[in-house]
């Protein structure tokens, strides 16, 4: 939301202000990915050195905005989608963890025969309509996105060089 901010009311509104300020930018920007990314292996807690690192890709995006060109912009906005859909990514992780569980259960009952369920009429229902739709409603676009980014450029280009041109007039 501050990244978004930064464009459509720094960028728009005050121009001046921000061709004067951007040059801070690039310097927190560059401060706060290196700071951010060598902080973050040192965390012991998951989520902590989830945002640490957060923090350090939100330094290139600082550093896109500041350098008041169209592709920096442009580039920033891709990451500010990017990033948005990767933290939905981190939930859909979870499946990373899950997936070694089932697979040595079943080989354990590939090779050892050992039964799950005990019970004579108990079943085990896979995923339903619901969760491939979820599924594929996340996974599209960021498979999309990353094959064919132009798709994203092509939607903020027009208003990143309407931007872009407030600074050079």
Do not use: C
């Not at 960028?11 to 310097?27: N, T, V």
């Not at 599209?140 to 798709?151: E, H, M, Q, R, S």
């Amino acid at each position: 939301m501050g990244a978004y901010g930064l464009i459509r009311i720094n960028m728009e509104l005050l121009p001046h202000a921000h061709s004067i300020f951007s040059p801070w930018f690039m310097i927190v920007g560059t401060v706060q990915i290196i700071y951010a990314a060598s902080t973050s292996p040192g965390q012991r807690n998951l989520k902590k050195r989830i945002a640490y690192s957060s923090v350090s890709h939100m330094g290139f995006i600082i550093l896109g905005i500041g350098s008041i060109t169209d592709i920096g912009l442009n580039g920033a906005v891709l990451q500010i989608i990017s990033h948005g859909l990767i933290i939905i990514t981190f939930v859909m992780a979870i499946g990373m963890i899950l997936t070694p569980i089932y697979s040595l259960s079943m080989l354990r009952q590939m090779f050892y025969g050992y039964k799950l369920f005990n019970a004579p009429n108990s079943y085990f229902f896979d995923s339903g309509p619901r969760e491939l739709f979820v599924l594929i409603s996340i996974l599209l676009p960021v498979i999309g996105i990353g094959i064919y980014p132009d798709f994203v450029l092509s939607l903020s280009a027009d208003k990143a060089e309407a931007i872009i041109s407030n600074f050079f007039l």
